[in-house]
T-cell receptor, first 117, second 113 residues
Framework: AQSVTQLDSQVPVFEEAPVELRCNYSSSVSVYLFWYVQYPNQGLQLLLKYLSGSTLVKGINGFEAEFNKSQTSFHLRKPSVHISDTAEYFCAVSSNAGGTSYGKLTFGQGTILTVHP | DGGITQSPKYLFRKEGQNVTLSCEQNLNHDAMYWYRQDPGQGLRLIYYSQIVNDFQKGDIAEGYSVSREKKESFPLTVTSAQKNPTAFYLC????????????FGQGTRLTVV
């Protein structure tokens, strides 16, 4: 079984400030990690994903995340946020259990990022 | 444009009625999924399908049913047995291979009164 914990349910920041959204996971097998963004009343859009290789992953809209296997974390960062980054962010994991992942994702509870002017 | 279409966007039903949510994809993906979203609980997997004519229960399948008669379509029926059906429902698809990302529709907000 696998699980994902997003450590902050809400993160308020001022425009142009840096932000970090924290994500920890647990799994007994190798995992693939994802960050998605959701704007109000819309579906989810992929920001970035980690499959293998470099532990620093760059995504869209200036976001990046770092995979830390020893700490089982995959925190999302942006050096300078904009008002338009206000949204809910979800960390997700899929595993390699049984030889295929089937694309099934286990999601965290979400972090609402609010950027204030 | 390739993508996933969910309809309708908003749906109202009376308690005790079954209701079917539509999900169509033209991405030629093998796998499709239904998730339920409630505030503060993230997304929870209801059902998924790896291939046509096959589907599996997810974490919260009770009170729901699905079918997968065509590769492009994966409708979800919310039955009267679902005790708390009011929620935001998201359909997704993927290639179903290792590490594949899921592509999401715009969601259907179901309100049962």
């Amino acid at each position: 079984a696998q699980s994902v914990t997003q450590l902050d349910s809400q993160v308020p920041v001022f425009e142009e400030a840096p932000v970090e959204l924290r994500c920890n996971y647990s799994s007994s097998v190798s995992v693939y990690l994802f960050w998605y963004v959701q704007y109000p009343n819309q579906g989810l859009q992929l920001l970035l994903k980690y499959l293998s290789g470099s532990t620093l992953v760059k995504g869209i809209n200036g976001f990046e995340a770092e995979f830390n296997k020893s700490q089982t974390s995959f925190h999302l960062r942006k050096p300078s946020v904009h008002i338009s980054d206000t949204a809910e962010y979800f960390c997700a994991v899929s595993s390699n259990a049984g030889g295929t992942s089937y694309g099934k994702l286990t999601f965290g509870q979400g972090t609402i990022l609010t950027v204030h002017p | 444009d390739g993508g996933i279409t969910q309809s309708p966007k908003y749906l109202f039903r009376k308690e005790g009625q079954n209701v079917t949510l539509s999900c169509e994809q033209n991405l030629n993906h093998d796998a499709m999924y239904w998730y339920r979203q409630d505030p503060g609980q993230g997304l929870r997997l209801i059902y998924y399908s790896q291939i046509v004519n096959d589907f599996q229960k997810g974490d919260i399948a009770e009170g729901y049913s699905v079918s997968r008669e065509k590769k492009e379509s994966f409708p979800l029926t919310v039955t009267s047995a679902q005790k708390n059906p009011t929620a935001f429902y998201l359909c997704a698809s993927s290639t179903g291979t290792q590490g594949s990302e899921a592509f999401f529709g715009q969601g259907t907000r179901l309100t049962v009164v």
